[in-house]
Each structure stands twice: as structure tokens, then as C-alpha cells.
């Protein structure tokens, strides 16, 4: 059932990629997802006085936490961005514009809902009654506070549409959507910095890969074309090279999970990253499945590098949580890393290791000929700025996250009202010729997505085709 079940996804994902290199070849076509025509679908409205997901709002499993309230002359309001979208109608009641700030999350959510609703029910606009609070209306741990919640409505003010509203709303990304009243509907997400937003899943700049000779190098000093240790499909360790990084960002903050073993080996990685787990002790490599990292638990084993040079098996003795700056994913040829001495697999976000790899095989393809006919060598590299890289690249290797230093994204008295390249930057690898679809920051544009775009592509498609069971919840 199980080989049954893995060649279906591998049949859907290779429609998939298929789909991806031929929209590729045929460039851009007249109006968003070139010509194809969506089938129109059911939705099923959401029941008055329920939420999705059905937790606490403040649990990690939904917005998350909150992280104290925000003022006009806190430096954290450098953070909120404002939203002066036209499909939407801020009620503004304070007259401040306070309804208009809101962090970067949720206002892309709010963006993409705005256009859902107006595909919905044409005529008809989103309508947001309340965002960020500074006037103290709402209990004290509200995250209308800081700029993560939103209350909102439609435009016709139609109580019998807020059902559908709140659907519409979980699908355009809100990590909480609650139908509260039969007068509006309540969203929120998690804060920017608490998870990879941007889809992507990393390891932290601190942590350490095994090179050539036997030395260490930490991830915020690896280059494209670096040969790092490596785990090969038949289970032998192996020099891999890094093709590029899937996400690479010097100023993200998020927060890793770590897992500790018996043998004094730690590896930090975000949750929905992939990490080779077995509930048992197993001394084969084929035992061991790619899990998300958040589902690693006290008495399961993962793969290490031993003294000796060997893989073996350890125990995960605790999980913890920590917080850092910078965040780094490596796409080596082999799909797999030892990070810490831990092996890793290169993927995140889909629960299945082998589909993964095979869908980055074009890529991994098209890179080696692109080496070849180049010469060999390091992939060439451009980045936004090079010297300007150097001053705020992230803190080489220290040896305890709790001595990593965070960075701040905003500078103070930067306007919240534009998103410049000097408030936030993200330095990413592109190929050449391809600036313009990788995550670096241009002129006059803002902070652009710093996961890689194939990546990016493949995950959009993925959600289209692939069960969903596979996503990290």
C-alpha cells in the first residue's frame, strides 16, 4: 500500500513538474496563470462561532503567542508596514489610520483575501473594521495590539456572507480565522519572525557542516559550490556539492527547534524542516524515515556521524526551542547534509524526502550543465551588492546560540508607509541573467522572497496537486 501510495505522488508530481519547465518555456501569457481557466468550486461556509484551526488562538499551532503591545514610539512599530490597498475599504473609525498598520503577514494575507472576495462576489469589496490597536480597547493580550489581527466584513455588509468570508479567509493564508460575531470575523498570524514565512525551511547561520579534510564551516559562511558530508542513497558518506540555497536570508529571525542526543550532538532546524528519525534503534540507514523535525520526540533516533567516521544511530535525550537571526537551507547534490554531525535531509514542508529530491532533479540537471558549459568550478553568483553584503552579513560561528547577537531589521525613523531597501534587506544566490526571480532586495521594491524561485514554484504547485496530508500543518 505504502509503494502503491508513493507512486501516485510521484505520478501527480511529475505532471507537476512538467507543467512547471513547460510554463517556463512558454513565458508569460495574457493575465495571471496564462489563459487556464479555474474550475469554479463549492466553498463550505464556516459555522458561526467556530475557528480553524480549533485551538487557542495564541497556541504555536495557530497565531502563536503574544509578544507585547505596540506604540507609536515603540521601535517594534518600524516593523508594521500600511496597507493602502484600493480593493479594500478600512473603516478607520480613529481617524489615524491606525486600521491601516499591520505586519508584513498580514497584510499580504489581507491582500490576497481582498482579491478572493472580489472574485467571490464580484462588486463586492473586503472591509476591515479594525487592525492595529493603540487605543486599548481589546483584553491585554490582544494581537490587535501588534498589528496581527484584523477584524473584517464584506463591503455589503451582508451577515449571510460571513460563513463563506471566514473560508475564504483560511484559504488566503490567516494562521487563525474565527467566525466571533455575527457582525464581523476575526483573523490573525503568527509573527513574522516565528516561523520561515516564506516557506522556507532552514538551519540557523551558526550551525556547522563537515568539508573536505575534515574541517568545519558554519552555514552563514558556505558558498555555492562548497563540497560538504554527505549521506548517499546506498549509504555510504559522501563529499556533496552545495548547488545553491533554497533559502538564505542574513536578517530573518525565527525559531528553531533543537534536538538533543545521548551522544552530545545538537542540531537546530526550523519544525517543518526534515530530519531522518526511526522510533526504534536501527542500524540500517533504509530504517530511517524523513520526518518534519516537529515530530521528533524524547526516545527516537537519529543518524549521526560518529568518531570513528561511521554512521550510527542516537538517541534524542530533549527538544528545545531557540530563537536566532539568520536562516540558511543548502541544496547539496545528494539531497542530504550532516549539520552538527546529524544528518538532515536538504527539504522541508512536504513530508516525503525521495518525491522532493526527484521534483529538484530538473533543476539539479540544469545547474550541472550549466557548470559544464561554464567550465566547472563554483556556480557564478550575484548578489544585490557586494560590499554592502559584508556589513550586514550575520555573525560568523559563535559556539552558543544563546551568544548570537539578533540584528534589527528597522532602522529607527525609517517610514512604516514604504518598504525600502534600506528597512529590510535579504541577500540570496541567483544564477545569472535571473535577478529578477530571486530574493534580493531592488531598488524603489522593497524586500523581495528570499526562498529560492523554483522552490517557491514547486510548493505553489504542490499545494494544487499533492494530498495535503504531506504539508507541515
Not at 449571510?160 to 473560508?167: R, T
Not at 568518531?307 to 528545545?320: A, F
Request: charged letters at 20%; hydrophobic letters at 35%.
Amino acid at each position: 500500500m505504502k509503494v502503491t501510495s508513493w507512486w501516485l505522488s510521484l505520478a501527480r508530481l511529475s505532471l507537476l513538474t512538467v507543467f512547471t519547465w513547460s510554463s517556463l518555456v512558454q513565458g508569460c501569457g495574457p493575465g495571471p496563470g496564462n489563459g487556464i481557466r479555474h474550475r469554479p468550486r463549492k466553498l463550505i461556509p464556516m459555522p458561526y462561532k467556530t475557528s480553524s484551526p480549533k485551538l487557542s488562538e495564541y497556541n504555536l499551532g495557530a497565531s502563536g503567542r503574544a509578544e507585547g503591545k505596540i506604540t507609536r514610539s515603540s521601535e517594534r512599530f518600524n516593523e508594521l508596514v500600511c496597507n493602502y490597498n484600493p480593493d479594500i475599504i478600512f473603516k478607520d473609525e480613529e481617524k489615524t489610520l491606525a486600521d491601516r498598520f499591520m505586519t508584513k503577514r498580514c497584510k499580504d494575507c489581507l491582500n490576497k483575501l481582498a482579491i478572493a472576495v472580489m472574485n467571490h462576489w464580484p462588486g463586492t469589496k473586503l472591509r476591515v473594521t479594525e487592525a492595529w490597536d493603540e487605543d486599548g480597547h481589546h483584553p491585554p493580550d490582544s494581537l490587535h495590539y501588534e498589528g496581527r489581527a484584523v477584524d473584517i466584513t464584506t463591503s455589503d455588509r451582508m451577515p449571510e456572507k460571513y460563513g463563506i468570508l471566514a473560508q475564504l479567509a483560511v484559504e488566503a493564508g490567516f494562521d487563525f480565522v474565527y467566525y466571533e460575531s455575527k457582525y464581523h470575523v476575526h483573523c490573525s498570524v503568527k509573527a513574522d519572525h516565528s516561523v520561515a514565512v516564506e516557506k522556507g525551511g532552514c538551519f540557523p547561520g551558526w550551525a556547522r557542516v563537515t568539508v573536505p579534510g575534515g574541517g568545519q564551516k558554519t552555514l552563514d559562511s558556505l558558498e555555492p559550490g562548497d563540497r560538504v558530508m554527505a549521506l548517499s542513497e546506498s549509504g555510504h558518506l559522501v563529499l556533496s556539492r552545495v548547488l545553491l540555497f533554497l533559502h538564505r536570508d542574513h536578517e530573518s529571525r525565527s525559531t528553531f527547534l533543537v534536538l538533543s542526543t545521548q551522544d552530545g550532538h545538537r542540531i537546530a532546524l526550523t519544525p517543518h524542516h526534515l530530519v531522518f528519525l526511526s522510533p526504534r534503534y536501527e542500524l540500517l540507514h533504509s530504517e530511517y524515515r524523513a520526518r518534519f523535525a516537529s515530530r521528533a520526540k524524547p526516545g527516537d533516533y537519529v543518524l549521526i556521524r560518529g568518531p570513528d567516521g561511521r554512521v550510527q544511530p542516537s538517541r534524542v535525550t530533549s527538544t528545545s526551542q531557540v530563537e536566532g537571526t539568520g536562516v540558511y537551507a543548502p541544496l547539496t547534490e545528494h539531497g542530504t547534509l550532516f549539520v552538527d554531525g546529524v544528518l538532515a535531509s536538504s527539504y522541508a514542508l512536504i513530508e516525503d524526502h525521495r518525491l522532493s529530491h526527484w521534483a529538484f532533479g530538473p533543476l539539479r540537471l540544469l545547474l550541472s550543465f550549466t557548470q559544464l558549459v561554464g567550465g566547472g568550478g563554483a556556480p557564478p553568483r550575484v548578489w544585490a551588492s557586494g560590499a554592502e553584503r559584508e556589513r550586514t552579513k550575520a555573525p560568523v560561528h559563535r559556539k552558543r546560540p544563546g551568544a548570537w547577537v539578533n540584528q534589527t531589521l528597522c532602522g529607527p525613523g525609517m517610514d512604516v508607509n514604504t518598504n525600502t531597501s534600506e528597512r529590510q534587506r535579504s541577500w540570496t544566490y541567483v544564477a545569472p541573467n535571473r535577478e529578477t526571480e530571486q530574493g534580493h532586495c531592488c531598488s524603489g521594491g522593497g524586500r523581495v522572497s528570499s526562498v529560492y524561485w523554483y522552490a517557491r514554484l514547486l510548493h505553489s504547485l504542490g499545494q494544487i496537486f499533492l494530498d495535503p496530508k504531506i504539508f507541515h500543518p
